[in-house]
Every structure is written in structure tokens, then in C-alpha cells.
T-cell receptor, first 114, second 114 residues
């Protein structure tokens, strides 16, 4: 699947590090999302950007900071993470607007916090 | 009460049989429903979307929606071992803010036995 790409695919970081996850979509969509998927838990929506404007922040700790410079790119900046933040981080995109159009996922970044 | 509920499984069916996956949701005002397939270690892949009561068929897959009973199901005909995966139900619940938010169930693990 090349419609939504994510880098890096794997990341190991210490609790004092700062790193960023990158997502790029090539589908002409206007909405982008960050999800967290932990073992044995449902997908958790973290952030939503619609036409570059952040419209959802589902009580995510401030150590996660999103950035959406344009409709094709989405970043998740990470700092002072905790071991419980280890998870698969997924980016998705869809058409913009209020209707919940189909969301397409990237391959994810497997994050391990040591 | 979970907002989107699925049997976690595992559900095992023999090759060639029909696999039936069910999902219930809590908000009667929900409007959009999606089924995703997730192979182990991979990201979710969209299979079907359904917005109206009734059946929607796409190849071997049929999605069924009953808004009055608040359930949505996915039937997989002529199941193949390659269908072995976790199937995620996603629902757009009645929004308090953005309509773009999807809530995912925990997924049903399906195994198709050769």
C-alpha cells in the first residue's frame, strides 16, 4: 500500500529522547489522523486534522505533539515518553468534511520506549 | 458498556465455509459503519463501508446493517486460509464535536482452517 506512507517503520527511543514520526498521503485527501494501537486494546484515536486544522484531541498527553503543515503531511513529535507509550502508531487519511468518509491507513510505526 | 462491541474470538471456520462476524454499537444515531481486516503485524485494511440498512455485497464479502437493532455484521463466503486475520468494526458515533471520528471495536480474530 503506497497511498499512505509512514516513517520510520520501527523506532526505539529512551525516555529522555525527542523523536518525530512522519506520515504522507498521496490520495488527495484533506483529513489526516493519528491512532495508537496497543496490544489487546482497540484502536485509539489521538488527533484529527481536517483541512490542516486540528479538530480533535482525545485527551492525549502533552508529550505527544502533532503538526500538520499541509493536507498531505502529518507529524507526531514525541518527547519524554513513558514505557507505556510503546505501541503501534498509525496514520490514516480520508476525504475532508463532516461526513466520516472511509479512512485509509499507513503501515504504522512500531515504537518501543526503553 | 462498550461503545462498539465485538466478540474477540477466536472464531474458527473450515475452508469454504461462511464466516459470520458481528458487531453491536451503543449509539442509535450512528450513521456510518466500516469493516477493516488486520493481519498480524500489519495495519488495518478497509474491506467494506455501509451507510444504509440492508445488505451490501462486494465479492465474497457481504456487510449487513440493522440500525433498529444496532448491529452490523460481515459475512465472508467461501472462506480461505488467507482470510485468517483480525476483523475490526468501526462506527461513526453521534458526534459531540466532529463527525469524522470513528470508534473501533476490539476486533474478532478469525482463523480459516485448511
Amino acid at each position: 500500500e503506497t497511498g499512505v506512507t509512514q516513517t520510520p517503520r520501527h523506532l526505539v527511543m529512551g525516555m529522555t529522547n525527542k523523536k518525530s514520526l512522519k506520515c504522507e498521503q498521496h490520495l488527495g485527501h484533506n483529513a489526516m489522523y493519528w491512532y495508537k494501537q496497543s496490544a489487546k486494546k482497540p484502536l485509539e484515536l489521538m488527533f484529527v486534522y481536517n483541512f490542516k486544522e486540528q479538530t480533535e484531541n482525545n485527551s492525549v498527553p502533552s508529550r505527544f505533539s502533532p503538526e500538520c503543515p499541509n493536507s498531505s503531511h502529518l507529524f507526531l513529535h514525541l518527547h519524554t515518553l513513558q514505557p507505556e507509550d510503546s505501541a503501534l502508531y498509525l496514520c490514516a487519511s480520508s476525504q475532508g468534511g463532516r461526513v466520516p468518509y472511509e479512512q485509509y491507513f499507513g503501515p504504522g510505526t512500531r515504537l518501543t520506549v526503553t | 458498556q462498550k461503545e462498539v462491541e465485538q466478540n474477540s474470538g477466536p472464531l474458527s471456520v473450515p475452508e469454504g465455509a461462511i464466516a459470520s462476524l458481528n458487531c453491536t454499537y451503543s449509539d442509535r444515531g450512528s450513521q456510518s459503519f466500516f469493516w477493516y481486516r488486520q493481519y498480524s503485524g500489519k495495519s488495518p485494511e478497509l474491506i467494506m463501508s455501509i451507510y444504509s440498512n440492508g445488505d451490501k455485497e462486494d465479492g465474497r464479502f457481504t456487510a449487513q446493517l440493522n440500525k433498529a437493532s444496532q448491529y452490523v455484521s460481515l459475512l465472508i463466503r467461501d472462506s480461505q486460509p488467507s482470510d485468517s486475520a483480525t476483523y475490526l468494526c468501526a462506527v461513526s458515533l453521534r458526534p459531540s464535536g466532529s463527525a469524522r471520528q470513528l470508534t473501533f471495536g476490539s476486533g474478532t480474530q478469525l482463523t480459516v482452517l485448511p
